[in-house]
């Protein structure tokens, strides 16, 4: 089997999408990589970051918005989700783990039932 390419991305790349990286990428299966939509992220969005990933998961809409503002033609053929997380929690918090594996889980658990 595959390995299915996970790009979690938020603002700065400091406490969401880098928590939601280090989640998936202890999951048999899966790589991860986070990156942010600021140009003061820790880890900036690039081009490379999008084609490497085969599914894009995005903290809020405007992540969404932002990326699709700049990177329309990349994104054609990637899913990508929006979670729906505020920026209400500190890098590895209990409730944003938690958060983070119900909706992430459930992207994947459709995207798996969609392809079987």
Known sequence: AAMINLLFVCSRNQLRS????????????????????????????????????????????????????????????TPLHCLDIPDDYACMEPALMALLETRVGACLAQRAGQRA
């Open 18 to 77: 880098p928590t939601a990286e280090a989640i998936w990428r202890r999951r048999p299966g899966f790589n991860a990589r986070s990156a942010g939509t600021s140009p003061h992220a820790r880890r900036p969005i690039s081009v490379q970051d999008l084609r490497w990933a085969d599914v894009i998961f995005v903290m809020e809409a405007k992540h969404q918005h932002r990326l699709q503002a700049q990177f329309a033609r990349l994104l054609l053929h």
